[in-house]
């Protein structure tokens, strides 16, 4: 059985992901417009101009009162770096996805991602749910490679899976991690977390 599932602040050494709220709107467009070729490539919706807007006033809403999905703020020392999230949240089937995962450039390839989605997949894992999962683009080879660190098992293509917003047909590779993985998995992520040290 699912407990509560509090849509709350998360925390550890080197990341806080704070439920997102207006105090994030402004950051969190900067952060977005840092590197907007990324949009254009990989993301199924793009966070740039109007498109933020959109988002900001119509989807998350929705998902948020839906509770379909959970938005963070990615706060690194106290500056918002990035957005993650959990999507799909399926309480009858104890499964959900972390996506919508993107990072200005400053943020990438140290402890950030993986302190974020060590809590995330904590507090999922926590709450009772049995399933994880993470849908890549095919075509993105860093944030496999990034998934696949994380410890979780790729699972195959789903091919021409959606249609993106620039208007190309995107197959989506699929990986998770399951509760019995989750005690090994987060060892290794606690690890690879303490090799950083503090001051990374």
Known sequence: MIKD??????ANAFVTLEPLSEVHREPLRAA??????????????S?????FDRFWTERRIAERDSGAAHHFAVLREGRCVGITAFLKIDQANASLEIGL???APEARG???NPSAKRLLMGEAFDAGFC???FHVDEINARSR????????TFEGIQRWERIIWTGRRRSTAVYSVIAPEWPGVREALDQRLAAFGPEA
Do not use: I, M, N
């Open 131 to 133: 399933r994880v999962q």
């Open 5 to 10: 599932f509090p849509h709350r602040p998360l």
């Open 101 to 103: 995962t993107y990072y």
């Open 47 to 51: 966070l740039l101009g109007e498109h």
């Open 145 to 152: 490679a990034a998934v696949l660190k994380l410890g979780a």
């Open 110 to 112: 140290g402890p950030v």
């Open 32 to 45: 977005c417009a840092a590197d907007p070729d990324v949009w254009r490539e990989f993301y199924s919706l």
